[in-house]
């Protein structure tokens, strides 16, 4: 900060030495100067009124440039009027179903906001006399107000194209206006709905460019609005998770899980980031939480399965899916896994009993029954999930086929492996 200030003080110093050394000539030649772009200025209004904006605005623009006259106000309000003229010009050709210039026109929307926010300012400064007495006030909220929407509308023709980058600067501009003082007496402007939903384009803007930074400008805009609030509060994780800001990535997740319990991004990137770290206690202390804020939710006594099952704990998480599916039956998750814990636990004690004397016909029958009953468990869960989701043989096929086969259930053994079979062909 110290050098800012400083390089700041330097500059200052050296513009105010250079104007104290202004000979006679000099200072009659930049009075000369400033008359001449100011009788530019002029004509620059007249062309106007002629309807001739591009060329007024090639007149002003020096005067827009030059230290010697941009502090005019009225300079501003002539560029404001020649890109105003530019913007209706295309807009009326548009309405008309013409042939019309949409770059010139949205960039000009765009460009007349910086042009309008220093009319504003100069108009506003004191006077010699330190009097304030704003000459185009109301010329400057009505022109803010009218070509705020030509953003909005820019923003979505230039996201159209596939133009995210222009898309982004459009909506950003957007956003950015409504927060401007002049337009604070223009409740429109602040509508909480439409910038929301502004915002919220910004975020896709920044998602198809794989800007992340402005995936998170206005994000949290985003957010305030029900309709996005899913899917910006995932947005914003993916760009955190992205940019390296692992702790706002994971307190963006938690805030996910327990606003929306249904969307698998959330859980499974939290599953995911504590088997990284290798922290299974911290995830399971998280899933017993929210069963105790929120134990009616399935969620997160699946989440807590998912956890033992991670950890090779199939006994404790056959418990906990359970209770997944004690609370929503059709829970199809949990139906899933626990069908495969079932597997793995009878796949557990065909190992353990491998050696069995095959001359121990006793336990060979014990043993069998024990695996038929780790199959028969799984067997319903697997046809329930089918039942489910008739069009997902993906999920549910090859935990039938195991049952069926084991079972000895070879008529629908066949139809299941007929299934896969043409889903492999696919």
């Known amino acids: 900060m110290k050098k800012i200030i400083l390089s700041f003080a330097l500059v200052l110093t050296a513009s105010l030495v250079s104007g104290q050394q202004l000979t006679k000539e000099q200072i009659k030649a930049q009075k000369k100067e400033r008359k001449a772009l100011m009788v530019n200025v002029k004509a620059a209004d007249k062309a106007i009124t002629t309807g001739d904006n591009a060329g007024a605005l090639n007149l002003v623009l020096p005067a827009v440039k030059s230290p010697l006259t941009n502090t005019d106000a009225y300079v501003w309000y002539v560029a404001c009027k020649a890109k105003k003229g530019i913007i209706d010009g295309e807009n009326f050709k548009r309405s008309q179903a013409q042939a019309f210039n949409a770059d010139l026109m949205y960039n000009s929307a765009y460009d ?11 108009d506003k400064a004191p006077n010699a006399k330190g ?6 006030s109301k010329e400057i909220l009505q022109m803010m107000y009218e070509n705020r929407n030509q953003l909005y509308n820019g923003g979505a023709y230039y996201y159209g194209e596939e133009k995210y980058d222009e898309a982004f600067k459009m909506f950003d501009m957007f956003i950015n206006v409504a927060s401007l003082e002049a337009l604070d007496t223009i409740p429109a402007v602040k509508d909480p709905e439409l910038n929301a939903t502004a915002a919220f384009n910004a975020v896709l803007c920044g998602m198809q460019t794989e800007n992340y930074k402005n995936v998170l400008k206005h994000i949290d805009l985003a957010i305030t609005d029900a309709n ?12 955190q998770g992205e940019i390296g800001d692992s702790t706002a990535w994971l307190e963006t997740l938690k805030i996910g899980v327990k606003s929306f319990p249904e969307e698998p991004y959330f859980y499974q990137n939290m ?3 504590y088997q990284t770290k290798n922290q299974p206690d911290a995830m399971t202390k998280f899933a017993d939480e929210m069963i105790a804020s929120n134990p009616e939710n399935p969620l997160f006594y699946y989440v807590k399965g998912m956890v033992l099952q991670e950890g090779k704990k199939i006994a404790e998480a056959v418990e906990w899916y359970n209770k997944a599916l004690e609370k929503d039956p059709n829970y199809d998750g949990a139906l899933f896994n626990l069908g495969i814990c079932y597997t793995a636990l009878a796949q557990e004690y065909s190992q353990k009993n491998a050696s069995t004397n095959i001359k121990d016909k006793a336990k060979i029958k014990k043993d069998q029954e024990v695996l038929d009953g780790y199959f028969k468990k799984a067997l319903p869960l697997y046809e329930k999930l089918r039942q489910l989701q008739p069009d997902k043989p993906e999920r549910w096929g090859m935990g039938l086929s195991n049952c069926y086969y084991n079972l000895k259930m070879d008529a629908k053994l066949k139809e299941v492996e007929a299934i896969l079979e043409k889903l492999n062909k696919e």
Do not use: E, G, S, W
């Not at 007349?112 to 100069?122: A, E, N």
């Not at 009097?131 to 185009?136: E, F, H, L, Q, R």
């Open 112 to 122: 007349i906001f910086d042009y309008l926010i220093q009319c504003d300012k100069y």
């Open 271 to 273: 599953i995911l980031y």
């Open 131 to 136: 009097k304030v007495a704003p000459k185009y």
């Open 228 to 239: 996005y609030k899913k899917n910006a509060t995932k947005y914003k994780a993916m760009a």
